[in-house]
């Protein structure tokens, strides 16, 4: 990372980064490394106003965020990434078009899958909770170059492509 940027311990061997302007903000904090799904967070514990202890999460202390109607995005999909120019507020839409490969994925890239029937690679986006069909391709990575135009053209700053993810 650069000169600007703070790394802050978290627990099973993680860091998290964050802005020089931000280290006196969350350096007050013990921080703790959670996974969810593929991605790792900073998170602290806090208690509820039912003395539940909860997590409150890195990114939206920085951003100020209270209100669990509003999301937020790491532009990069690093969670430990927690620099001003990696966070954005979102919508909860806008937050899961800008995600990684899904865990149950078996192509290899992001809206593709194998159709037996057809004995070709299938193309589907899902816009506004819709599966749209983009067609069968011959080859695994004309299918991936298909769903990036898509999400390029359907999510715009929140696409995140098979080339962005290096797997292209």
């Known amino acids: 990372m650069d000169d ?6 978290l627990t099973q061997g993680k860091v998290a980064w964050v802005d020089t302007e931000d280290f006196d903000l969350v350096s007050r904090f013990k921080w703790y490394a959670v996974k969810d799904t593929n991605t790792y967070y900073a998170a602290k514990k806090i ?5 539940q202890y909860i997590a409150e999460f890195m990114h939206r202390l920085i951003l100020g965020l209270t209100d669990s109607k509003i999301y937020t995005d790491h532009i990069d999909g690093d969670g430990l990434n927690n620099t001003r ?11 899961c078009r800008n995600s ?35 067609g069968r391709f011959n080859t695994s990575e004309e299918a991936a ?13 929140f696409a995140r492509t098979n080339a962005m993810l290096g797997l292209l």
């Open 47 to 51: 208690q509820s106003a039912s003395g």
């Open 4 to 9: 600007d940027l703070v790394a802050i311990e």
């Open 100 to 134: 990684g490969l899904s865990l149950r994925n078996t192509s290899g890239f992001k809206g593709v899958s194998w159709c037996k029937s057809h004995k070709k690679w299938r193309v589907w986006i899902k816009i506004d909770n819709r599966r749209l069909a983009l």
């Open 145 to 157: 170059q298909v769903y990036d135009l898509a999400a390029l053209k359907h999510f715009g700053r």
């Open 85 to 95: 120019s990696n966070l954005r507020v979102c919508t909860c839409k806008e937050n």
